[in-house]
Nanobody, 124 residues
């Protein structure tokens, strides 16, 4: 069983930055690929990005590429989402997720483990 707890959301002006954190339980955290999704009101939950267990590989949705960066600190069992140049359309609840193994996917259905989410609101 894997437990995920996100933090770091808040209200920020357009053009600003936020860093989200996701603390994970599990003794084999370094073997888990980790992902971030987001969900705006009335919309489907969408893929934001993912990172391999070692942290050497990352993958991003086109909508955030060049603005968002995923990293991880395996000593702290924590993954981060650094969000820069935020836009009002980035407003959403952001969720941390993992498959519990080394693979990742852009598909929401691929992931059995989810955090509770943290709200990010970008004002114009």
């Amino acid at each position: 069983q894997v437990q995920l707890v996100e933090s770091g959301g808040g209200l920020v002006q357009a053009g600003g930055s936020l860093r989200l954190s996701c603390a994970a339980s599990g003794r084999t955290f370094t073997s888990y690929a980790m992902g971030w999704f987001r969900q705006a009101p009335g919309k489907e939950r969408e893929f934001v990005g993912a990172i391999s267990g070692s942290g050497t590989s990352t993958y991003y949705a086109d909508s955030v590429k060049g603005r968002f960066t995923i990293s991880r600190d395996n000593a702290k069992n924590t993954v981060y989402l650094q969000m820069n140049s935020l836009k009002p359309e980035d407003t959403a609840a952001y969720f941390c997720t993992t498959s519990g193994h080394s693979d990742y996917s852009v598909r929401r259905e691929f992931y059995p483990y989810w955090g509770q989410g943290t709200q990010v609101t970008v004002s114009s």
